[in-house]
């Protein structure tokens, strides 16, 4: 994960006086691959789709350890309690907009032509295809968990890593957005180390449950998913970096 978020961007976007373009691109083309492209008020986007489908098929293979972990996850991406009340100030997306509005309007008062819609190449497409995929390769063959947990696990740490060197970038160039404007981005920089602990303990309580001679292709699956997401997601780092060469 770290090797994955050690990409010229996020040098750029950290350092000081760093580029307002350059921060334009990214909190543009980052969150629109964030928000994806089946959110709505009432329905999950990729991400959310791919939690809650993982947890409900491990649950089914009495991967129980691993499903609670991932249904954790995705309540706290909805704001759900353990009833399934939705808060919708403690939904994600509700911090996701409130970030992005934050900083686009100090973008903006430093003379930045702020545009809402992400770049007609489509960046973060293939990741939000890969998750897509994911999803429907998990709902044909439940044994695929493996698989998607080993991509979600990656992208957690991947997240972390991301958005911890985002709070940096932040720290030095936006001083003037507000603590409670920035949960998003700290939000995550701290929880989702959290959530990577979570599932790799679930993941290695799903290995320890498998047939013996099956525990080796389940660790293959685990690390093929890993690999698989986080070269998309270096994808749309590069893709930014390219967007503003």
Not at 133 to 149: D, F, K
Request: charged share 30%; glycine share 6%.
């Amino acid at each position: 994960s770290s090797a994955c978020v050690d990409h010229p961007l996020f040098n750029a976007l950290q350092k000081p006086n760093a580029s307002n373009e350059v921060w334009n691109a990214y909190v543009r083309e980052r969150l629109a691959s964030a928000d994806g492209s089946t959110e709505t008020a009432g329905s999950d986007n990729e991400f959310e789709a791919v939690l809650l489908g993982a947890s409900q098929v491990a649950k089914e293979q009495n991967l129980i350890t691993l499903s609670e972990f991932l249904l954790k996850n995705y309540k706290e991406e909805r704001g759900l309690d353990n009833d399934g009340n939705q808060d919708i100030k403690e939904a994600h997306r509700t911090w996701r907009a409130t970030f992005k509005s934050a900083i686009n309007t100090v973008l903006q008062s430093r003379g930045v032509v702020v545009s809402k819609e992400s770049s007609p190449i489509g960046i973060g497409t293939e990741y939000l295809n890969a998750l897509t995929e994911l999803q429907t390769i998990l709902l044909n063959m439940p044994e695929s968990i493996y698989m998607t947990a080993g991509a979600l696990y990656c992208l957690e740490r991947i997240i972390a890593d991301e958005y911890a060197r985002i709070e940096k970038g932040l720290d030095t160039n936006f001083p003037e957005i507000e603590k409670d404007d920035r949960k998003y981005i700290n939000g995550h920089a701290f929880h989702d180390i959290r959530h990577a602990a979570e599932l790799l303990e679930g993941l290695i309580d799903a290995i320890e449950i498998c047939e013996k001679e099956d525990r080796e292709k389940a660790v293959r699956n685990i690390l093929f998913g890993a690999r698989f997401i986080a070269g998309k997601k270096r994808d749309v780092f590069q893709g930014i970096w390219d967007l503003i060469q």
